[in-house]
């Protein structure tokens, strides 16, 4: 298998298997257009490191505004290093801007967070 299939399998399983906080944030800006721009759920990005293809997994990508958008829970504390070298990774490999909210902002409110992310636009 390819690591791009496996990127698209991975992605598959995440979509099935959403956090709380993640259906929540979908349901707020899917299947409509969220201030004119098109959000896309656990999508694949392809990358290289140490001469070796890889992936992540953004949790929610906005293609035309270059924007990942992370929505992170408990595990992200214990993390933050790989965090942030996923960040710079994307940031300088793909030219894309990444924004973290936590599980807690999206579920106590989430209106809260779209305006910070109407914001960026």
Not at 52 to 71: R, S, V
């Amino acid at each position: 298998m390819s690591i791009k299939q496996l990127a698209i399998q991975t992605a598959r399983f995440l979509r099935k298997n959403q956090t709380k906080a993640e259906k929540v944030f979908w349901h707020a800006v899917r299947s409509k257009y969220f201030y004119g721009k098109k959000i896309r759920r656990q999508h694949p990005l392809l990358y290289e490191y140490d001469g070796k293809e890889k992936f992540f997994i953004a949790d929610f990508y906005c293609p035309g505004l270059d924007l990942i958008i992370e929505i992170d829970g408990g595990v992200h504390e214990q993390q933050q290093d790989y965090d942030q070298i996923r960040s710079e990774i994307l940031e300088v490999q793909h030219k894309l801007r990444v924004v973290r909210f936590t599980n807690k902002e999206v579920l106590t409110d989430i209106n809260h967070v779209l305006n910070q992310l109407k914001q960026l636009f």
